[in-house]
């Protein structure tokens, strides 16, 4: 039941346990309140790799494509992506096309 209600963004999982989200007291009726986020994303400047590698993954690219793209090397593009998965706090699936190759995108947010 609770992995369902996760699945479906009504409620969250924290450390102390599970908390509700907006979508899930909009699904029961209730007032949406809305809460000032204490953390905020950094935002990454708009010319650097970083939004051109963002934009991207949010297209679907293999880590040929992200390399050409930023003139790295291998290791960095993967270091990149770890960065965003850890620092911007983003889900980054990887796929085979009907080619053989791997594709990462950006996973939707809730």
């Keep these: 039941m609770l992995a369902a209600l996760i699945k479906k963004c009504c409620i969250t999982q924290g450390e102390n346990g599970h908390f509700i989200t907006q979508t899930g007291l909009l699904a029961i ?8 986020v204490e953390k905020t994303k950094t935002e990454p400047k708009q010319t650097s790799k970083q939004v051109t590698i963002l934009t991207m993954l949010r297209q679907g690219t293999t880590i040929k494509a992200l390399m050409e793209t930023t003139s790295w090397q291998r290791h960095s593009v993967y270091g990149c992506m ?28 809730c």
């Design 29 to 36: 009726g209730r007032e949406v309140i809305n809460q000032v």
């Design 82 to 109: 770890a960065n965003l998965k850890k620092k911007q706090e983003l889900s980054i699936l990887s796929e085979k096309n009907k080619d053989g190759e791997r594709v990462y995108r950006i996973a939707e947010q």
